[in-house]
């Protein structure tokens, strides 16, 4: 098996796309920005720059730490997908 692969294939990246999409949401709806996130991020311990976070988001392949973080961090404790 090609070694990206993994990443090329269509599914994963639909799932990408769910998962980016299922963040802007949240960060949406509580009236978060990347710059707060940041903030909210690095209080919890897990610092991030805003451009980090930025850049993450867009690609959409962040890991599911990330997300369970960026979640914790707006006080997000329901998600519907």
Same mark, same amino acid.
């Given at each position: 098996?090609?070694?990206?692969?993994?990443?090329?294939?269509?599914?994963?990246?639909?799932?990408?796309?769910? !998962?980016?999409?299922?963040?802007?949401?949240? $960060?949406?709806? /509580?009236?978060?920005?990347?710059?707060?996130?940041?903030?909210? $991020?690095?209080? $919890?311990?897990?610092?991030?720059?805003? /451009?980090? &976070?930025?850049?993450? &988001?867009?690609?959409?392949?962040?890991? !599911?730490?990330? $997300?369970?973080?960026?979640?914790? !961090?707006?006080?997000?404790?329901?998600?519907?997908?």
């Amino acid at each position: 098996m090609p070694k990206n692969s993994y990443k090329n294939n269509p599914l994963t990246q639909e799932y990408e796309e769910k !998962a980016k999409n299922l963040l802007k949401a949240e $960060l949406k709806r /509580r009236g978060v920005g990347y710059r707060e996130l940041a903030e909210k $991020l690095t209080a $919890l311990g897990a610092p991030e720059t805003e /451009r980090n &976070i930025a850049n993450k &988001i867009s690609r959409g392949g962040f890991s !599911a730490a990330f $997300l369970v973080q960026c979640l914790d !961090a707006i006080g997000a404790a329901d998600v519907r997908l």
